[in-house]
DNA sequence: CTGTTAGCGCCTTCAA
DNA sequence: TTGAAGGCGCTAACAG
C-alpha cells in the first residue's frame, strides 16, 4: 500500500498546469523572496565571504524557511564541476578495502565533499568504466586502486581535469599522485621473519590469483619476491606455491593449507597473502592437530585487527591501510585546492608484526 | 611531475578564446556530424526502440568516432531523473554489510543503473543527511538500513519522487517496502538453540549497543528476546548481559568474553550478537583452555562464512544478507519501472545453522 | 519515426 | 559587493 496510494496522490495532484507540478524552490524562489538577485544567493553558497552579513542573514532566512537546497545537477551543469571524489575499489567483500574506506572516511574534513564510490570487481575493464563514468560528472578527483589501469584507462586520467591518486600499490611513474606499498619488498620482509625465525621451508599461499588469465599483480609481485628469497635460501621450489582464483578468504586458507599439508610434509611454514587466508591455515592445523607455531610457522600478510586476536596470534605485515585511505584523501583535497604537493609519490612502508604464530618454544 | 606539468599545460590551452576551452563532445555535435535531429540522438541512448535502424547505424557511427557519452548532469538537470539507486548502510567495516552489498550488486541486471553508497555511522542523523542529498538528485530508489529513521527522514521518503526499501529489519509499517528479518525471532530460536543443546545459563554478547545515549534497535530487540527467554528458563540475570558502545569486533567479542568468564563463572554459554563476537569469543576460550563446546556452547548471529572454517566450526543465526540485498535491489527495480509489487513487505526469516560449538559431547 | 521549441536550475561573465 | 544576461547539454512536449 504505501506507495500506491502515493503514486496515485502525485499524479492526482500534478493535473494542474499552473502551479508547475509540484515543483521544489529553486534558486529564484529565494532570491524573489529575500529580495536580492540570484547570483548573490548563488555565492551565499559557494562563496559565503563574498556576500555581506546583511544579505546572508535575509537569505539565511529564506532558505530555511522555504528548505531550499541548490540541485547538484544545474549546479553540475553551469559549472561543470561536482562536489564528490570517486573511489575505485577492486572488492567490497575483501576486508583490506575497509580499513582503506575508513582511512578515507576519516579525511573527509572541511568541504561538503561527497564520497562516491564503485567496484570494478578485480577487472580492469570494470575499472575504466567505472572511471569513464565519475569523469563524465566532474568530479573533485580520483582514488582507484593499483596501478595496473588499462593503457586506455591511464590516459582517460591523464587527460582528466581533476587530480587522481592511486592507492594500495607503490609506483615510481603513477598517473598523478599515488600512496602505497612495495609488495615485493613487503613479502621479502615477511618470508624473511619466516627464515629469521628458524623456519627452513616455506610455502606460499594466496587467493584470487589471477583474473582473466593473468596474474593479479600484487599477488605476481609477491610470488616474485618469493622466488627470489626462496631461491637463495636452499632453493625455490614451485609446489610449495599454492593459489587460485577464488576470492581470497579464510575458506580458501583453509583448502588451501590442507592441500599444502597433504601434498608438501616438508613445509615447515607458509606466508599468506592475505590474512583471511592465515586465518583459515590456521584453523586448518588446528583441527588436524598440528601444532602453529612449534610444527608450521604462518605469517600473513595485511595485519588485520583480527590477528591480534586469534590464538595464537597471528605474524603479519602490516600494509597500513587506514593510514593509506586518510592519506590519499588528505593529498588530493590539498592539490584540488590547487596546493602543491611536494611528494606525489608516497611509499608508506610496512612492518612485519611478530607475533605467537612465529614464535617456536 | 605527471600532474604539475599537466596543469601548466592545461592552463596555458585554454587561453584562446576561439576554441571553447576542449569543451567536450556534446549531442549537437553527433547531430550535426549524422545529419540527423537532437532528439533522435537523445532518443537513441534513452529509448532505442523508438529509433529507426538506419538512424541508429549512422549515430552509433558518430558517436564511437567522437567517443560520445551524454552528460549525467544536463540529463538530470532537463529529465529531473538520474539512473542510480541509492544505498544507506550504517557501516563499511561491519562485515554484515558486505554481503548484503555483495547481494545488491548480483541484481543489478538489466538497465545501466549506478549505485551510490552513503555511510551512516550508525547515526540516524547523517543517514538523514545522505538521503536528504540523494534525494535531491531523483534517484530511482532508495535502499536504507533498518527501521529506526527519524520521523522527518521518513516523511521525507514518503514525499520523494521514488521507490524506497528498508532492509535488514522487517517491519509492519514500511516507509515503501521492506525487506528483513524479525531480530526478536531471531535471537529467541538461537539461545532456544543453546538450551536445546543441553546448556542452562546463556550469556548475552553484544558490540555497537547504542548510539549517542539510547540502544542501537536491532540489538534492542534481540536483548528483549534475551530478557523473555531467559525468565522462562531459570531466570533472567542482568550480569550476564555485556555489551559495549564500540563496533562489533572479534577483539570486543574477546574482552567481552573475558569479563564474563571472570565475572560469571556460572554461564556455560553466548550468544553474540554477530560471528566477529564469537569469533573472539572463542579465541578467548581458546586461550585459557576452556573447552568449547564442552565447558561453553557459543551461538552467534548472522552465519558469517568464516563461522564453518572456525575450529570448532560456529554455531550461528543465519540472516540470509545476500538474498536481502538481492532481493531488495530486485524489487526496487520492478517497483521503479512500474510494476505493482504484491508483496512489499518480506520477512525473510532466519536459520539456526548447528555447528560444533552447540554440540557438547 | 523524426524534428522543433522551450526550458530544467544554476553559474559564468561582465557590468554597475 | 551586487546584479543582469546568457548559456551549460540535455530532454519534455508538442508538431509533423
Same sequence: chains 1, 2.
Avoid: W
Amino acid at each position: 500500500m504505501g506507495k500506491s496510494t502515493k503514486i496515485i496522490g502525485k499524479a492526482a495532484g500534478g493535473r494542474e498546469g499552473a502551479s508547475p507540478r509540484k515543483r521544489g524552490v529553486t534558486i529564484v524562489d529565494v532570491a524573489r523572496e529575500a529580495n536580492v538577485g540570484r547570483m548573490t544567493v548563488s555565492r551565499y553558497f559557494s562563496e559565503p565571504h563574498r556576500v555581506s552579513p546583511e544579505m546572508k542573514k535575509r537569505i539565511e532566512k529564506v532558505v530555511k524557511r522555504l528548505g531550499y537546497a541548490p540541485s547538484p545537477a544545474a549546479r553540475a551543469l553551469a559549472s561543470k564541476r561536482s562536489n564528490f571524489v570517486g573511489v575505485v575499489i577492486p572488492s567490497v567483500t575483501n576486508f583490506v578495502f575497509s580499513d582503506v574506506l575508513k582511512g578515507i572516511y576519516s579525511a573527509e574534513l572541511s568541504n561538503d565533499h561527497q564520497i562516491q564510490f564503485g567496484n570494478a570487481h578485480y577487472n580492469p575493464r570494470e575499472e575504466e568504466a567505472l572511471i569513464r563514468n565519475f569523469l563524465l560528472q566532474n568530479p573533485t578527483g580520483i582514488i582507484t586502486t593499483g596501478a595496473d589501469q588499462t593503457t586506455e584507462c591511464r590516459e582517460l586520467l591523464r587527460q582528466a581535469n581533476c587530480r587522481v591518486v592511486q592507492i594500495m600499490e607503490y609506483t615510481e611513474d603513477p598517473i598523478d599522485m599515488v600512496v602505497g606499498l612495495d609488495h615485493y619488498q613487503a613479502t621479502l620482509a615477511g618470508i624473511q621473519h619466516l627464515y629469521d625465525s628458524g623456519y627452513k621451508k616455506p610455502g606460499f599461499l594466496a587467493g584470487r590469483s589471477f583474473h582473466g588469465g593473468s596474474m593479479e599483480p600484487r599477488i605476481s609481485q609477491r610470488l616474485e619476491a618469493f622466488k627470489h628469497i626462496t631461491s637463495k635460501n636452499g632453493g625455490f621450489d614451485e609446489s610449495h606455491v599454492l593459489h587460485t582464483g577464488e576470492p581470497s578468504s579464510a575458506n580458501v586458507g583453509r583448502s588451501l593449507m590442507s592441500d599444502l599439508l597433504d601434498r608438501c610434509p616438508e613445509v615447515d611454514s607458509v606466508f599468506c597473502n592475505n590474512d583471511d587466508i592465515a586465518l583459515g591455515a590456521l584453523f586448518e592445523c588446528q583441527r588436524r592437530g598440528v601444532n602453529v607455531p612449534n610444527e608450521i610457522g604462518i605469517c600473513g600478510f595485511n595485519d588485520f585487527e583480527i590477528s591480534s586476536v586469534t590464538f595464537p596470534t597471528l605474524t603479519s605485515v602490516c600494509s597500513n591501510r587506514f593510514k593509506m585511505g586518510k592519506l590519499a584523501m588528505e593529498m588530493l583535497m590539498r592539490a584540488s585546492e590547487g596546493e602543491e604537493i611536494e611528494q606525489p609519490s608516497v611509499d608508506l612502508g610496512f612492518q612485519v608484526v611478530e607475533r605467537e604464530s612465529t614464535q617456536r618454544k
